[in-house]
């Protein structure tokens, strides 16, 4: 039982970071916010900080790193054909997830680069994606390679556009184009009413 509550008065204290470190962070660029200024708002003391992270960058990627495994569990809930074959359902849910978590991935995005912090998320997804494929499959040639960066990048282009659309579209819609551009391209994506 003592445990359970630690758990939970941790989860507590991380959930008033994060939400003084959003709030903070829409003021004021995140390398010029202070530890003290963030306990101050979160209303914890410099030390209980301290016993978490080390400072606003440690806050960061603990967020990245979270958003990565939730991404990656929902890459893992689908076997690499069903992946594959239902490519559309699974950017649906992640759309949805980056919905959900907009507040953290606008954070992300104002306190990192894109491609950093978007591309582990994707890479989440894409690298269990392509386990349905033959192993005969060179995925270190110049094709592939190419191939992977690009819808990477295109992946993340549109995250980002829907972001500073203030989400405008729905998850759904925005995942259904994304879905059609990776697997039919330019051509598909024009199809997508």
Same mark, same amino acid.
């Given at each position: 039982?003592?445990?359970?509550?630690?758990?939970?008065?941790?989860?507590?204290?991380?959930?008033?970071?994060l939400?003084?470190?959003?709030?903070?962070?829409?003021?004021?660029?995140?390398?010029?916010?202070?530890?003290? +200024?963030?306990?101050?708002?979160?209303?914890?003391?410099?030390?209980?900080?301290?016993?978490?992270?080390?400072?606003?960058?440690?806050?960061?990627?603990?967020?990245? +790193?979270?958003?990565?495994?939730?991404?990656?569990?929902?890459?893992?809930?689908?076997?690499?054909d069903?992946?594959?074959?239902?490519?559309?359902?699974?950017?649906?849910?992640?759309?949805?997830?980056?919905?959900?978590?907009?507040?953290?991935?606008?954070?992300?995005?104002?306190?990192?680069?894109?491609?950093?912090?978007?591309?582990?998320?994707?890479?989440?997804?894409?690298?269990?994606?392509?386990?349905?494929?033959?192993?005969?499959?060179?995925?270190?040639?110049?094709?592939?390679?190419?191939?992977?960066?690009?819808?990477?990048?295109?992946?993340?282009?549109i995250?980002?556009?829907?972001? +500073?659309?203030d989400?405008?579209?729905?998850? +759904?819609?925005?995942?259904?184009?994304?879905?059609?551009?990776?697997?039919?391209?330019?051509?598909?994506?024009?199809?997508?009413?």
């Open positions: 039982m003592e445990r359970e509550t630690t758990d939970k008065r941790t989860e507590k204290t991380k959930a008033s970071i939400q003084a470190l959003i709030s903070l962070s829409k003021k004021k660029e995140i390398n010029e916010i202070s530890i003290r +200024e963030l306990t101050e708002a979160a209303h914890i003391h410099r030390n209980t900080f301290y016993l978490h992270y080390t400072d606003v960058y440690s806050v960061l990627s603990e967020i990245e +790193e979270n958003m990565c495994r939730d991404i990656k569990h929902m890459a893992e809930k689908y076997t690499p069903e992946l594959r074959d239902h490519v559309g359902d699974v950017t649906a849910e992640a759309f949805r997830y980056l919905y959900e978590q907009r507040e953290s991935c606008i954070l992300l995005l104002r306190a990192r680069s894109m491609v950093s912090s978007g591309k582990n998320l994707l890479e989440s997804i894409f690298e269990r994606y392509l386990t349905a494929y033959p192993k005969s499959f060179d995925r270190n040639s110049l094709e592939f390679q190419v191939q992977f960066q690009y819808c990477t990048a295109g992946a993340l282009g995250v980002r556009y829907w972001f +500073e659309q989400f405008t579209q729905s998850p +759904e819609r925005m995942a259904a184009l994304t879905g059609q551009l990776l697997i039919k391209g330019i051509q598909g994506a024009t199809q997508v009413s």
